[in-house]
């Protein structure tokens, strides 16, 4: 009933005469003065907005009074405010011409360089770049464009925590929850015109995450027409790019239509034997049906293909540098990578749009399908084929537990630098020599995935300070996975038995398996997730609020496809179903001081379903899943205050974020205090904190020169000590077992207050710009990145590290001093970067032509971006034994960022 009440008074309240303002204009680009269509036109700090028509032209409404600030948006141009005194007299700003933006050249590498592909299998890292690199807050857009670099998060935020839309319809993978940018990679023309909302803001489509929102709209009639070809040159992950889009525009039939392709190509990128290939396509046909309503057809198949890289040791960096890659092999004078990630995942969507003066409803459908792959050698009762293998390293023979070995120390080093990558004609030659069968063998690790989403949301203007939305999507799943045999290196046939306990993989095929089959492993994994949401903002001339919820359904199930001998009883057919069902909230409000000043408070509950790595513990093998599994709750509030001057604007943050009962699975042998085995260590009731402050601030200095200043103070931290359980299999003998039930309960990791591995936690940025009225610019930015720490070993942190696996008792000398000691976290060294970006346009016969560069880390710093400890050292004896010398075998892996790197593009419009 009080609700209802609420609801008619602001009802009631709104209807009430008010004087009005209208602002009109027409826009039109400089130099060419065409008129630009689909621009938005909106008072900062309010929702709603107008847009420009064909002709440029936009007329504007609102009752606000006082000093506020109008700002013109439109993709591809720099925006544009201007400071406006509403007292009821209409304002005509008259002829408004707006500048080519050229910095958005560089999206495309940027997001390339961000989507943390380049670490290995074990450890991922995931920015957020990508999702970013649409905003104008400059603080974002310093985090995208300068700390994304050295693998910054915002607010320490994995990149699950935001969404990504196509025309509405979710992207978001159900595998890990994160965007997969490789699907539109190479689209740069037909992805620019983007939507992104920032954090708890209100987004029209979509509840969404705690990070923030974007959705790319992709409609030819949002899309400039003409034609645009572009080309581009770096040393980053590829070398050379072609772009080429032609967009129609709307036609006087109400078509309108564009396709566009890209080429993305590099025999090896910054890191050495990383090869690129990626083609792009996209389609998309608009048909206007009436002034209300639209329908659109669109298509994106983006191929990519590339050679990975690997984290390494210091002690490997020390001897061959941080290009160095262990991946990859000549093979007949070519570079051939072990390490190959191939994606082709084909997009297909229908959107409805409606548009009328108070309601907005998009719907859609869209189906994807395709394969991703991971390339690997593997080898059975074979030596290692990698050269970073412990026992091929110096500290092997330094560390050896019967005294330094310093000439076979020395021999080691010798070898190594001889023969440092992948050596493949070793590999043929000790097939040829094994009667057929294969010692070494390329494959695939792949995933086949068939998904369908349905969306709809609804957007409804009840008057001018009532705005309502609602709005659900469904997704259903159907991913099937298997190890498959790319190249048998010279052998006849692969005999698929577990090497290590002579058991089956595949106990009802055949155990001779060869190019082309399936191998190891084969499952598949059904799963399906229902959201719904709905919404009310209210809008007054002091005030502004929201509140939005959310209801989501989720549901998995594995289905085994090989019976595993290990898991006899346990990996054929079904697995039992998971499902959880889910609740969020979340709401801000904003008081305007002043249309300039104005402060935001806004606040979430959120609680979401696992991701399908979290779920299944080894899904590979057999149906088990994580016992008690929760749903994951977020807590998390923010306080931001924002300035609108003439000359100054910017935004300061403070943000407070708990994560509760997070899951966690890593896969690793371990020489541990309770045995030795591979595990799949199962890590529960982990809590995380965030928590820290954000600024970014530009200053106009004159019409030609633009200060800007940005910085996050940050702490990441562990909140609890999670809860430990380790699962192996139990077909070896029964004396060599940790335990014959196959699992066993290490009790809690003591991580509370340790670092969480989210890079930097500090950084700050310093930028200047040049802006000529001939059409051209410089911009220079200074970065300090700091407090960044690697990633724990979480099963050295439990009692079991302690504990001597011989004698079952605490080694005498593992006090708690000297625990902590060699346990303490390692924190990577502060660095500096400069970065330096320029460009110049010219129109010729009324061609648009643009030059951009970008020159990142001018002085060729080395820096670490990111790391982890390996958890093969799991009891306290053979960790200490292993730092005796200062060069341990398993030592922690490092990440090193780029050194000097470019990128160039050239550009014509017609």
């Known amino acids: 009933m009080r609700t209802a009440m609420f609801l008619l008074v602001f009802c009631c309240a709104a209807q009430l005469y008010s004087q009005s303002t209208i602002i009109s204009g027409s826009l039109k680009e400089k130099g060419t003065k065409a008129p630009i269509q689909n621009a938005i036109v909106a008072i900062d700090g309010f929702s709603k907005e107008s847009f420009t028509g064909v002709n440029g032209h936009f007329t504007f409404e609102t009752s606000l009074v006082g000093e506020h600030i109008l700002k013109i948006i439109v993709p591809d141009f720099i925006s544009k405010s201007f400071a406006i005194s509403l007292d009821g007299q209409n304002i005509d700003l008259g002829e408004v011409f707006l500048e080519k933006d050229i910095v958005r050249e560089n999206t495309d590498n940027l997001i390339v360089l961000s989507d943390g592909e380049l670490a290995d299998d074990e450890e991922t890292i995931s920015g957020s770049s990508g999702i970013l690199q649409s905003s104008k807050d400059i603080f974002l857009k310093r985090a995208a464009f300068d700390f994304g670099q050295a693998f910054f998060k915002v607010r320490g935020y994995d990149s699950s925590n935001g969404q990504v839309l196509l025309n509405g319809i979710p992207m978001n993978k159900f595998y890990d929850g994160r965007p997969q940018w490789n699907n539109w990679g190479g689209l740069n023309d037909v992805i620019r015109n983007q939507e992104f909302t920032n954090a708890l803001s209100v987004n029209t489509y979509t509840f969404g995450g705690i990070l923030g929102n974007t959705n790319i709209n992709t409609r030819p009639s949002g899309l400039r027409p003409g034609i645009r070809l572009s080309g581009s040159m770096s040393n980053r992950t590829y070398r050379s790019r072609l772009m080429a889009t032609y967009n129609s525009g709307l036609k006087n039939n109400g078509l309108a239509y564009t396709f566009s392709s890209s080429r993305r190509w590099s025999n090896t990128g910054y890191v050495d034997g990383t090869l690129y290939d990626a083609y792009s396509f996209f389609g998309s046909l608009e048909c206007k049906i009436n002034d209300k309503n639209t329908l659109a057809l669109t298509s994106l198949l983006a191929r990519n293909r590339r050679g990975r890289s690997a984290a390494i040791t210091e002690e490997v960096f020390d001897l061959v540098g941080n290009q160095y890659n262990p991946y990859w092999g000549n093979q007949g004078g070519k570079i051939r990578n072990s390490r190959e990630r191939n994606i082709f995942e084909p997009l297909f969507m229908l959107n409805h749009f409606l548009q009328s003066k108070k309601l907005t409803w998009t719907s859609g459908i869209a189906y994807q399908f395709g394969k991703n792959a991971r390339g690997r050698l593997g080898y059975y009762n074979a030596p290692n084929p990698d050269p970073t293998y412990y026992r091929y390293l110096p500290s092997f023979y330094i560390n050896s537990p019967i005294g330094a070995d310093f000439n076979n120390a020395s021999l ?51 008057n001018e300070h009532v705005q309502l939305g609602i709005g659900g999507n469904f997704k259903k799943l159907s991913s099937e996975n298997f190890a498959e045999i790319q190249d048998l290196l010279g052998a006849s046939f692969h005999e698929d038995i577990d090497s290590f306990s002579n058991t089956l993989n595949d106990v009802n095929g055949s155990s001779s398996k060869t190019d082309g089959e399936k191998f190891n492993y084969h499952y598949k994994i059904d799963a399906t997730h229902l959201v719904g949401f709905g919404q009310m903002s209210l809008n007054f001339k002091r005030w502004k609020s929201f509140v939005s919820g959310s209801f989501s359904s989720f549901g998995a199930r594995r289905n085994g496809l090989f019976q595993n001998e290990r898991f006899f009883e346990n990996s054929l057919s079904n697995s039992e179903k998971v499902s959880f069902s889910s609740f969020a909230l979340k709401s801000g409000v904003t008081y305007f001081y002043s249309g300039r000043h104005w402060l935001t408070v806004n606040g979430a509950v959120v609680n979401k379903p696992p991701t399908l790595q979290n779920i299944f513990i080894n899904p590979r093998e057999n149906n088990d899943i994580v016992p008690e599994i929760q749903t994951e709750k977020i807590t998390t509030i923010d306080l931001s205050y924002f300035i609108r001057l003439p000359d100054l604007t910017g935004r300061v943050s403070a943000f407070y974020t708990r994560f509760q009962n997070t899951t966690d699975i890593n896969f690793f042998f371990v020489n541990s205090g309770v045995g030795s085995d591979f595990v799949q ?133 593992a006090t708690d001093e000297n625990v902590t000691r060699i346990l303490k976290q390692q924190k990577l060294d502060d660095f500096y970067l400069l970065n330096v970006v320029g460009g110049k346009s010219w129109i010729v016969n009324k061609k648009y032509i643009s030059a951009f560069v970008s ?29 005796l010398s200062g060069t341990p075998s398993f030592a922690p892996k490092y990440w090193y960022g780029y050194g000097r790197t470019y990128f160039l593009n050239l550009a014509i419009s017609f």
């Open 412 to 462: 080691a080093k010798e070898g190594f630098l001889k023969n440092p990558q992948v050596q493949w004609s070793r590999l043929y030659t000790a097939n040829l020599s094994s009667e057929g069968k294969a010692a070494y063998l390329l494959y695939d690790d792949v995933v086949k995935n068939k998904e369908i989403t349905f969306s709809s949301v609804m957007d409804y203007n009840l």
């Open 681 to 813: 260590e199962v890590i529960t009731a982990l809590d995380k904190l965030h928590k820290g402050i954000e600024l970014g601030l530009e200053y106009q200095v004159s019409a030609n020169v633009k200060l800007s200043a940005a910085g996050n103070v940050g702490e990441y931290i562990y909140a609890s000590d999670p809860s430990v359980h380790i699962n192996f299999d139990t077909a070896g003998a029964e004396e060599d077992l940790i335990d014959p039930e196959g699992n066993i309960d290490l009790g809690i990791a003591k991580l509370k207050d340790l670092k969480l591995a989210q890079g930097p936690q500090t950084a700050f940025a310093l930028g200047v710009e040049y802006r000529s009225p001939k059409y051209w610019w410089i911009g220079a930015t200074t970065n300090y990145l700091a407090n960044n720490f690697i990633n724990i070993s979480t099963i050295t942190r439990t009692q079991s590290f302690l504990l001597d696996s011989d004698t079952g008792e605490r080694f005498p000398e």
């Open 855 to 883: 020159v990142n880390n001018v002085f060729d710093q080395v820096f670490k971006s990111g790391g982890y400890e390996q958890s093969r050292n799991g009891n306290y004896g053979q960790l200490k034994q292993d730092n």
